[in-house]
């Protein structure tokens, strides 16, 4: 059933329509418009006057009353909170630089779905288009998606390079993005007892010449490190993902206490541990924002919530929507940008749903220039491996042969701070051009490439090459062969 608000506001969107067709409007050359509806009737939503216009024009009446088979028909799938929930996710999608797909658009309506009955079928194939059809105000369009490798977008991406620096300057600009507020997330694959096969030394110099050998633990394991840093050079605490979870004894470890491990079967990140790193982040990174401090801002009291959507001291109470989420729209919220690359655990749509609840804007990089444009990779996870390299070889040198994912836990404190200092950080986002915006490093980079892949050829390769008379000399000796 619709709500009062929506009902009225339609009513007048089509009584003003009606009102222009038979020339009975004087004050307005144009009817009412939705936005305006919407502005008018407070706490309608434009999405559902739209299909309530729709219907009571296709009934030519402006009594609900009056529309045909209100109870029959096929049953919707969505509820009118969902549908307006999927609605404000297209212009989440769209204000981050990366419009919703169709499968991102399908994939929000089945999580929709099945929260509310986890037994819920997949929506149908035709549903994506029907619900193009209820919404006149959302738009199809084409993304040009670009199928080339590295190397080939290297040669020809300026100007898609460009426009993407422009989508992110605007972004900064428009919603008041400072340094503390400009975040970047990476991820680094580690080999938790691995020494380098290939190290500088210097040795004594001898006549017997041998190769050079030192004992390396070995140990294969794979671990996952997520590091995150903010344009003024504040970080979060790590996480680690190992494929075993951590056992009692960790707890003897001496780290940070915020530091945060996680498993998968991979020892990658996967969507559940994204969702879950995206909650450690919201708080964390909130408590590093210059506005935050300078306003002296609590989060709990902010948004009526913590992190997880709950009631603060009561876990068992669990909000859909921060509670003070209209007021904060209504003052002007306070965003932050999370810039990350398009990992499929980034894609999800419970992550991008959590981000929008608490006004955290994602934008996601291009997929094949994340080598030059992830601040982190750039400014700092190699002064982490090389931190890592040099706890091992300060273990074997103390007599220890091994070296587990419990060795590496009680260390990493210390080696992710040698590896995210300020300075690195700093100068990660900086040599990017991420904060302050400037499309100029990525630019130059692949004007590099483009002028190496056009160099001048030898002149004397020329003489190698064969005579332009020699598919003219063929044809000729293939006819007197014939004849």
């Known amino acids: 059933m619709h709500s009062s608000a929506n009902l009225r506001a339609a009513q007048a969107v089509v009584s003003s329509r009606l009102r222009l067709q038979r020339g009975r409007s004087r004050d307005a050359t144009r009817p009412l418009s939705l ?73 929000a309506a089945n999580t929709l779905r099945r929260r509310r009955d986890p037994d819920a079928k997949p ?41 993407w620096f422009q989508r992110l300057t605007e972004v900064i600009t428009n919603y008041e993005i400072g340094a503390s507020e400009c975040w970047n997330a990476g991820q680094a694959g580690v080999r938790v007892g691995m020494l380098r096969e290939r190290v500088e030394c210097l040795i004594i110099n001898t006549q017997k010449k041998s190769s050079t050998e030192v004992f390396s633990p070995a140990d294969r394991e794979s671990c996952t490190v997520i590091g995150t840093g903010n344009a003024a050079g504040d ?35 996967n969507a559940e541990i994204t969702l879950q790193w995206a909650k450690h982040f919201n708080r964390h990174s909130w408590e590093k924002s210059v506005i935050v401090q300078r306003r002296q801002l609590d989060f709990e009291q902010y948004f009526g919530c913590n992190e997880h959507l709950q009631q603060p ?28 690359n398009g990992f499929a655990g980034h894609g999800s749509f419970a992550f991008r749903e959590y981000c929008m609840k608490f006004n955290i804007l994602v934008a996601f990089l291009l997929p094949h220039l994340t080598h030059i444009l992830q601040p982190i990779d750039i400014g700092v996870f190699q002064y982490l491996k090389n931190a890592h390299q040099r706890k091992l070889r300060e273990a074997l040198r103390k007599g ?20 995210f200092t300020a300075a690195h950080i700093i100068s990660g986002f900086e040599k990017s051009g991420i904060f302050p915006p400037t499309d100029r490093p ?8 483009k002028l190496k892949t056009k160099k001048t050829v030898n002149p004397a390769f020329f003489s190698l090459l064969p005579p332009e008379t020699r598919f003219s000399t063929a044809s000729a000796t293939a006819q007197h062969a014939r004849d």
């Open 35 to 107: 936005r305006q509806a919407e502005d008018r009737f407070r706490g309608s939503k434009r999405a559902t006057i739209a299909r309530i216009v729709k219907k009571l024009e296709a009934a030519n009446t402006l009594k609900i009353e009056d529309l045909p088979n209100q109870q029959g028909g096929r049953p919707r799938l969505l509820t009118e909170e969902e549908d307006e929930a999927i609605v404000a996710f297209v212009i989440w999608m769209q204000r981050s630089g990366l419009p919703a797909s169709k499968y991102e658009v399908e994939d």
């Open 123 to 163: 929506v149908s194939r035709m549903w994506y288009r029907r619900f193009c059809d209820d919404h006149p105000e959302l738009d199809k369009s084409i993304l040009k998606a670009k199928e080339a490798a590295r190397v080939e977008y290297e040669e020809a991406g300026i100007e898609e390079t460009k426009q």
């Open 235 to 269: 970080t979060t605490p790590p996480w680690l993902i190992f494929k075993s979870f951590p056992t009692l004894e960790w707890a003897q470890i001496e780290s940070d206490s915020q530091m945060r491990f996680a498993q998968s079967d991979t020892a990658f990140s």
């Open 313 to 340: 001291g009561n876990a068992f109470r669990e909000y859909d929507l921060p509670p003070n989420a209209e007021t904060i729209a209504e003052e002007g919220p306070m965003w932050r940008l999370l810039v990350i």
């Open 400 to 419: 220890k042969l091994t070296f587990n994912r419990r060795d590496f836990a009680g260390a990493f404190q210390e080696i992710f701070n040698e590896g």
């Open 442 to 449: 990525a630019v130059e980079y692949l004007l590099r490439k």
